[in-house]
Protein backbone atom coordinates (compact mmCIF):
# COMPACT_ATOMS: atom_id res chain seq x y z
CA UNK A 1 0.00 0.00 0.00
CA UNK A 2 0.74 3.58 -0.82
CA UNK A 3 0.36 6.63 1.65
CA UNK A 4 -0.21 9.85 -0.10
CA UNK A 5 -0.45 13.27 1.38
CA UNK A 6 -1.53 16.06 -0.56
CA UNK A 7 -1.43 19.92 -0.36
CA UNK A 8 -1.33 23.15 -1.47
CA UNK A 9 -4.94 24.16 -1.75
CA UNK A 10 -6.42 27.11 -1.07
CA UNK A 11 -8.15 29.71 -1.99
CA UNK A 12 -7.37 32.10 -5.56
CA UNK A 13 -8.96 34.37 -7.84
CA UNK A 14 -9.60 34.01 -11.25
CA UNK A 15 -6.75 33.89 -13.25
CA UNK A 16 -4.02 33.05 -10.47
CA UNK A 17 -1.74 30.09 -10.00
CA UNK A 18 -1.55 27.41 -7.15
CA UNK A 19 1.04 24.50 -6.62
CA UNK A 20 -0.46 21.37 -5.39
CA UNK A 21 2.24 18.43 -4.26
CA UNK A 22 1.56 14.66 -3.47
CA UNK A 23 4.30 13.42 -1.10
CA UNK A 24 3.83 9.10 -1.24
CA UNK A 25 5.67 7.05 1.09
CA UNK A 26 5.16 3.07 2.04
CA UNK A 27 5.41 0.61 -1.23
CA UNK A 28 5.92 3.30 -3.49
CA UNK A 29 8.00 0.46 -6.04
CA UNK A 30 4.62 -1.02 -6.50
CA UNK A 31 3.07 1.74 -8.81
CA UNK A 32 4.21 2.99 -11.94
CA UNK A 33 1.90 6.37 -12.34
CA UNK A 34 0.83 8.65 -10.47
CA UNK A 35 -2.12 10.81 -11.31
CA UNK A 36 -4.27 13.91 -10.26
CA UNK A 37 -8.22 13.91 -10.57
CA UNK A 38 -10.96 16.37 -9.37
CA UNK A 39 -14.06 16.18 -7.99
CA UNK A 40 -16.28 19.54 -7.70
CA UNK A 41 -19.05 19.28 -5.23
CA UNK A 42 -21.76 17.39 -6.24
CA UNK A 43 -20.20 15.47 -9.50
CA UNK A 44 -17.87 13.01 -9.89
CA UNK A 45 -14.12 12.58 -10.08
CA UNK A 46 -12.58 13.35 -12.94
CA UNK A 47 -9.41 12.76 -14.66
CA UNK A 48 -6.79 15.98 -14.71
CA UNK A 49 -3.23 14.60 -15.76
CA UNK A 50 -0.89 11.45 -14.84
CA UNK A 51 2.64 11.36 -15.04
CA UNK A 52 5.27 7.63 -14.50
CA UNK A 53 7.38 7.29 -12.22
CA UNK A 54 10.03 6.47 -14.99
CA UNK A 55 8.82 8.50 -18.19
CA UNK A 56 8.52 12.33 -19.04
CA UNK A 57 5.26 11.65 -21.14
CA UNK A 58 2.40 13.32 -19.59
CA UNK A 59 -1.07 12.81 -19.83
CA UNK A 60 -3.78 16.30 -19.27
CA UNK A 61 -7.68 16.31 -19.49
CA UNK A 62 -8.65 18.63 -22.28
CA UNK A 63 -9.91 20.99 -19.82
CA UNK A 64 -6.91 21.90 -18.09
CA UNK A 65 -4.25 21.32 -21.00
CA UNK A 66 -1.93 24.30 -21.79
CA UNK A 67 -3.01 25.90 -18.55
CA UNK A 68 -1.87 22.99 -15.94
CA UNK A 69 1.42 20.90 -15.58
CA UNK A 70 2.17 17.80 -13.78
CA UNK A 71 5.72 17.25 -13.33
CA UNK A 72 8.07 14.54 -10.10
CA UNK A 73 10.62 14.76 -8.27
CA UNK A 74 11.62 11.13 -7.66
CA UNK A 75 14.71 11.70 -5.11
CA UNK A 76 11.71 12.52 -3.00
CA UNK A 77 8.51 10.31 -3.79
CA UNK A 78 6.69 13.88 -5.20
CA UNK A 79 4.44 14.68 -7.79
CA UNK A 80 3.50 18.24 -8.09
CA UNK A 81 0.35 19.72 -10.35
CA UNK A 82 1.15 23.98 -11.32
CA UNK A 83 -2.07 25.10 -11.92
CA UNK A 84 -2.11 28.59 -13.67
CA UNK A 85 -4.28 30.58 -15.12
CA UNK A 86 -7.34 28.99 -12.91
CA UNK A 87 -10.93 29.54 -13.36
CA UNK A 88 -14.29 29.46 -11.22
CA UNK A 89 -14.85 25.68 -12.71
CA UNK A 90 -11.51 24.75 -11.31
CA UNK A 91 -13.02 24.80 -7.83
CA UNK A 92 -12.93 21.12 -6.28
CA UNK A 93 -11.52 18.88 -4.08
CA UNK A 94 -8.03 17.78 -5.97
CA UNK A 95 -6.93 13.91 -5.61
CA UNK A 96 -3.66 12.53 -6.53
CA UNK A 97 -3.45 8.27 -6.65
CA UNK A 98 -0.99 6.00 -7.59
CA UNK A 99 -1.80 2.95 -10.61
CA UNK A 100 -0.25 0.46 -12.77
CA UNK A 101 -0.78 1.64 -15.57
CA UNK A 102 -2.46 4.89 -17.44
CA UNK A 103 -5.91 5.56 -17.20
CA UNK A 104 -8.74 8.23 -17.17
CA UNK A 105 -10.71 6.51 -15.38
CA UNK A 106 -9.93 6.39 -10.64
CA UNK A 107 -11.38 2.99 -10.49
CA UNK A 108 -8.01 1.65 -12.62
CA UNK A 109 -6.17 3.47 -9.65
CA UNK A 110 -5.57 1.52 -6.33
CA UNK A 111 -4.09 4.33 -3.62
CA UNK A 112 -5.50 7.44 -3.00
CA UNK A 113 -4.79 10.78 -0.69
CA UNK A 114 -7.00 12.70 1.16
CA UNK A 115 -7.19 15.34 -1.05
CA UNK A 116 -7.15 18.89 -0.91
CA UNK A 117 -9.58 21.90 -1.73
CA UNK A 118 -8.88 24.22 -4.31
CA UNK A 119 -11.16 27.29 -4.56
CA UNK A 120 -11.48 30.02 -6.97
CA UNK A 121 -13.24 32.98 -6.80
CA UNK A 122 -14.44 35.42 -9.57
Known amino acids: QVQLVESGGGLVQAGGSLRLSCAAS????????MGWFRQPPGKERDFVAA????????YYADSVKGRFSISRDNAKNTVYLQMNSLKPEDTAIYYC???????????????WGQGTQVTVSS
Open 97 to 111: ATGWSYSRDPQEYDD
Open 51 to 58: IPWTSDTT
Open 26 to 33: GRTFSSRI
